[in-house]
């Protein structure tokens, strides 16, 4: 039974239209998310069962309150499945609460180990490999003079990048890919009857190959973030079960860059659509730090989140039951007129562009943050050098972005640049 009907004689805002799958809210939802803040900044959408907040102060709050509002359901499908579906999908994924799905006081055992081996050190001992991978792909790609960022940088990059930092073998990274798409479209989406169970499958087929990786791994211990783990497990079997680093890697498979090719694809869109910000970043490389916090803030990758009540509270004046489930419109907050001057100006030198909520806030602060700031910084760094004169082709195009409530990032993005300019750039750097 929905909330809606437990409530239906109650006086609370409800927004009987909201769905964040609709295609013109899919195209651009920073208009729907100024009348929210403007007029409900809480309401309930019956067609999802949440209450969506839209404010900054309210976000805030939630994600510092852990013992009111639970992550525990994050990871839930955001539409029922089908019974068979739904069924096949425990069986086969089986992961244990750690980081981002579980709540004290088993969050701050998980966090602190998970933590632990994804230290500054293995972070900032990634800057190599970053910068391998992407001046490969730069290299693969610059003497056609045209190409999809999305296929061709964009994606490829991240993924490699997580993929190695677990250690997975290079050769699968291709299928490792292919598994994530998947998991967006069950947990984030809404897959028609028809799709589920073959989507659920691959799901599966992605947990049991990490499982393996992970029982392999713990007879065979190398320099991998996973091995990590594994030696942390060692020094006391309480500080972490395998199934626990079989969810956090499995976890950290999609979250690990999925988020980092919309920050990097986000960036781009603002950067090559008005010049002068592209041509500011090329002069002053300083700059490029600042620009992926207002990336972050202005057109966050992960433009919702959510947590659920674990007792009846009050949010922005409005009595909100127990066990409600809340959708927590992240860009909304970060581009809230409380907290930002001018919020939907893009301004590579805001002064508070990092006082954005786009790695959420509190004790479920994103873990891979620096390692994205990273590689954003790394990708705006190497293409404004190497392809001075990259531009948007065509420079009108419109862009298509995933259905699905929380990752937004354009599905493709076509650039060109003249060869004959960067064919001599050097590769190294």
Sequence with gaps: MSQVDEKQNTDYPVNVDFD?????????????????????????????????????EDIQRIVKDSETFSNARVQEPLYPLAAEALEKLKAGVRVKPTTSTADPPLHK????????????????????????????????????????????????????????????PEEDTEMLKRWCSDRLKITWGRPLPEEQLETVEKMTSFFDYIESFVHGRAEDLRDDYTSDLLRIRAEDESNLSLQEVVSID?????????????????????FLSRRELWEALREDPSLIENAVEETLRRDTSVVSWRRSTTRPVEIAGVEVPENARLMLLLASA????????NPDEFDIRRENANKHLAFSHGIHFCLGAPLARLEARI??????????????????????????????GPKELWAEWTPAEVASGASGG
């Design 334 to 341: 970060n581009r809230d007129e409380a907290v930002f001057e």
């Design 109 to 168: 055992r998980t966090r602190k180990h998970a933590a632990r081996a994804f230290s500054a050190k293995r972070v900032a001992g990634l800057e190599g490999r970053i910068r391998e991978i992407a001046n490969v792909l730069i290299d693969d790609m610059i003497a056609e003079g045209r190409a999809d960022l999305v296929d061709r940088f964009a994606f490829p990059l991240p993924a490699s990048v997580v993929f190695s930092l677990i250690g997975y």
């Design 379 to 408: 990708a705006f760094e190497l293409l404004t050098r190497r392809l001075p004169d990259l531009r948007l082709s065509p420079p009108d195009q419109t862009f298509e972005f995933d259905p699905n409530m929380s990752f937004r």
């Design 250 to 270: 499995y976890s950290l498979s999609f979250a690990g860059h999925e988020t980092t090719t919309n920050l990097i694809l986000n960036g781009l869109r603002n």
């Design 20 to 56: 964040p799958l609709d295609p013109d809210y899919l195209a651009d939802p920073y208009p729907y998310y100024a009348r929210f803040r403007r007029e409900t900044p809480i309401f309930y959408a019956p067609k999802i069962d949440f209450w969506v907040v839209s404010r900054y």
